[in-house]
């Protein structure tokens, strides 16, 4: 997978999902881990990080501003902590490539550092709305600045000290909440981020891990500044964002039961569970336990006649990166799925609305975007070409498609799989999914 803007995926028709896997580690956590680790004082070892290119260039930009960052002889990740105020200039820009989770929550932790530095991306990143973090960044008294649309490179100057604020989130958002306590760490008193609904809780409960003291009331979170960091070894669980395929995929293929194995089940992160059992899904949880503040468990799913759902609203936060996957489980149902309140999929690293509405289309079925949902009608799945448009989970949502098609679906390039789910190809296809890799200049059955 070298020639990262022409790869093309070719899933044929048929197959059911069965067996045992593991699914690489949370993203969100893995970003987390490196980013707290480099500015807490002495060891931490990551074990299970998620060498995806996101995560992958979180790591790279602290190493670019000095932090010693190594893989030991047993594939963890270990991180020499330099302290909250240890980091030191890098020589350019720090470039996050599609990562708007590395963007969002450097530009809070590096808001109060003593050196200036400028964060930019990719083309996809460089369209993204980064003024729900500038604008309260600036109430603290960060000098932060954008381009004229809102969006990155983000330029950021030291400032003498960044002060505390209470700040109440249009939305719920982990990366914005994420960003305003990382900058509550250099803030002068306390930092308090309040949300309409919960959203992930990640940064919360390691920085807890790290030994750092969180207030919460309701649905506020607090934090005062000033404190330390403590080195610790991190387990990064399964990723229920990655799971979320083959939730979906073996829900859908009849004759199918999959167990996937040490997968986080943070409550701010199961919608995609809720929705999948409210619409039929046979869904078992078991083995829980708890890993350095991470519950993690089993999940069984074997294959059950779904049906058509008005997707709750309070879910939409806690389940916010899985719906291209929860859209093909609604294609594959019986009856309809209404989804409205998640206007916040137009701006991921592709209008996920509009991706999956002409993407289900194409594939013959009846799909019609609303500016915050979709409308979707469960029908026949046909073959057809799709454009993923770099997204990842565009891409891997229409793969699991194939599980129910009539033909051929040639995925088009799909090189940013890679960024969420290195070896997903490989994995997929052990399982039962028939799917490869294809040369650019594969044609589709569905387009000769």
Do not use: W
Not at 111 to 139: I, K
Not at 230 to 237: R, T, W, Y
Not at 280 to 286: H, K, L, M, W
Not at 384 to 395: F, P, V, Y
Request: aromatic share 4%; glycine share 10%.
């Amino acid at each position: 997978m070298d020639n990262k803007q022409h790869i093309n995926l070719q899933v044929m028709p048929g197959g059911k999902l069965t067996g045992n896997i593991r699914v690489p580690g949370d993203k969100s956590i893995s970003h987390r881990a490196i980013m707290l680790g480099a500015i807490a004082e002495g060891i931490t070892d990551i074990n299970g990080f998620l060498k995806g290119t996101d995560c992958l260039a979180t790591l790279d930009a602290f190493t670019q501003m000095g932090v010693s960052i190594k893989e030991t002889n047993t594939g963890q990740i270990q991180i020499e902590g330099v302290g909250l105020h240890g980091l030191t200039a890098p020589n350019g820009p720090l470039n996050l490539g599609n990562s708007g989770t590395s963007m969002r929550l450097l530009a809070g932790l590096l808001a109060g550092q003593r050196f200036p530095v400028t964060l930019t991306g990719d083309a996809s990143l460089l369209r993204r709305p980064m003024r729900r973090v500038t604008e309260p960044l600036a109430l603290m008294g960060a000098k932060i600045s954008a381009n004229e649309q809102g969006t990155a490179p983000l330029h950021i100057e030291p400032v003498p000290k960044l002060q505390s604020i209470p700040y109440a989130l249009p939305i719920a958002s982990a990366q914005v909440k994420s960003c305003l306590l990382l900058a509550g760490l250099y803030a002068q008193g306390t930092t308090c981020v309040r949300e309409p609904t919960p959203s992930r809780d990640h940064t919360e409960r390691m920085l807890q891990e790290l030994g750092y003291a969180i207030q919460y009331r309701d649905l506020e979170t607090c934090l005062t500044g000033g404190g330390t960091l403590q080195g610790h070894a991190i387990n990064v669980p399964g990723d229920i964002s990655s799971a979320a395929f083959f939730l979906v995929g073996a829900s859908i293929a009849p004759q199918s039961d999959l167990t996937l194995q040490q997968v986080g089940i943070n409550p701010t992160r199961l919608g995609i569970v809720h929705i999948l059992r409210a619409m039929g899904a046979n869904i078992n949880i078991s083995n829980v336990e708890k890993r350095c503040g991470e519950p993690i468990a089993d999940i069984r799913i074997q294959s059950a006649k779904l049906h058509g759902i008005n997707i709750p609203k309070e879910l939409i936060p806690v389940a916010i990166d899985e719906f291209p996957a929860v859209f093909i489980a609604a294609a594959c149902a019986e009856g309809k799925t209404i989804l409205h309140g998640a206007s916040e999929l137009r701006v991921k690293e592709s209008d996920r609305i509009q991706a999956m509405a002409d993407g289900l289309n194409n594939l013959g079925i009846v799909a019609k975007p609303y500016p915050d949902g979709i409308y979707i009608e469960g029908g026949k799945i046909a073959s057809g070409t799709i454009l993923s448009l770099g997204d990842h989970r565009i891409a891997m949502a229409f793969a699991i498609a194939g599980l129910r098609a009539a033909g051929e679906i040639l995925i088009k390039d799909c090189a940013n799989v890679h960024t969420s789910f290195p070896g997903f190809v490989e994995l997929a296809a052990s399982i039962g999914l028939n799917i490869k890799v294809l040369p650019s200049n594969h044609q589709s059955q569905a387009d000769l």
